[in-house]
């Protein structure tokens, strides 16, 4: 039997391997980050509940897993924004609002995280404002749901914040915090996740540059 439909079977075969992975807000180019000072790198979080506590179900292997068996809302946000900052290759720093360069730079730079509604069954909702193509303004609403435990406010916010920085849902099962699918082993940043916060932040061009490799994308947005 002879296939004559086989090259573009094999196509879509390879686009599927090669083109999963991270994804990009369509058309954004992310926060204005001005990499010319610490300071002007920096987007801010304000967490309205910075103490309330959450119960503690992080696995020993986290940085907070021996912390207690409880632990506040603020010390889980520091923790995410640690996450955040040690991606390598990236100049996005990402800062609560008590930090010191916070009044001088806070314009236009702000990721507020809140309790409220979130869109269908969802546990939380970002909602980004944009001035063309540059992030400007992001709100996160979260349900009580979020606070069940450390382990899901951790997945879940570090989640919603990517979206805040302009990472869509990646199709990676496996390596992706920002995956369309739930797996309760990836709660933290992942390799896919990290590769896309590189793509819109990176400290240099080369740092940017994109190639057809497992959990990439296959083109620039």
């Known amino acids: 039997m002879v296939f004559k ?5 094999f196509l879509l075969i390879a686009s599927f391997f ?32 910075a103490g309330k506590t ?7 292997t986290d940085a907070l897993g021996s912390a207690g068996s409880t ?10 924004i640690d996450d955040f900052n040690g991606i390598t290759r990236s100049s996005l720093i990402l800062a609560l609002d008590s930090d010191s360069d916070y009044a001088a730079n806070k314009t236009n730079k702000r990721i507020t995280i809140e309790v409220g509604s979130a869109a269908g069954q969802s546990s ?6 944009f001035s063309g193509r540059t992030i400007t303004d992001c709100k996160i609403s979260l349900t009580d749901k979020a606070f069940t435990s450390a382990k899901d406010y951790v997945a879940l916010v570090t989640h919603e914040i990517g979206h805040c920085l302009g990472l869509e849902h990646s199709q990676d099962s496996v390596w992706a915090v920002m995956s369309y699918f739930y797996n309760d082993q990836v709660y933290r940043l992942a390799i896919d996740d990290k590769m896309g916060i590189v793509h819109l932040y990176a400290n240099t061009a080369s740092d940017a540059a994109e190639k057809a490799t497992f959990g990439a994308a296959c083109s620039t947005q």
């Open 5 to 9: 439909n086989w090259p573009r079977i």
């Open 18 to 49: 090669f083109c999963v992975g991270y994804r990009i807000q369509p058309g954004t180019i992310g926060w204005g980050i001005d990499t010319s000072s610490t300071a002007k790198r920096k987007v801010f979080l304000s967490v309205t509940q």
């Open 54 to 60: 959450i119960t503690n179900n992080l696995p020993s």
């Open 71 to 80: 632990l506040t809302e603020s010390q889980l946000m520091q923790s995410i």
């Open 124 to 129: 939380g909702e970002a909602r980004l404002t």
